[in-house]
């Protein structure tokens, strides 16, 4: 019998894009909360746990862009 889904994936060392990382740590740093990040064709969405932490992270917004060179937009989401 073949190997279970989760043998293969472990196997394949999975890793995030750097820009993710980017995100992840400039977030920690500003806002003290790790988020959920997500790619889609254009844009990073960041997901964060309150309104409070999105509202501040706003006005940062166009320093990280600029630390992932502008490729993409970034969405803020509340979950």
Known sequence: MGDSISD???KRGLSEPPEIKIIK????NE???VPKVSVTDNAFIV?????AAAGTLRFKVF??????GGQRKIILRII
Not at 25 to 28: E, G, K, T
Not at 63 to 68: A, D, E, M
């Open 8 to 10: 293969i994936l472990g």
């Open 47 to 51: 997901a964060l746990p309150s309104a």
């Open 63 to 68: 320093q990280l862009q600029r630390r992932l």
């Open 25 to 28: 740590d400039f977030v920690l």
């Open 31 to 33: 806002v003290g909360l």
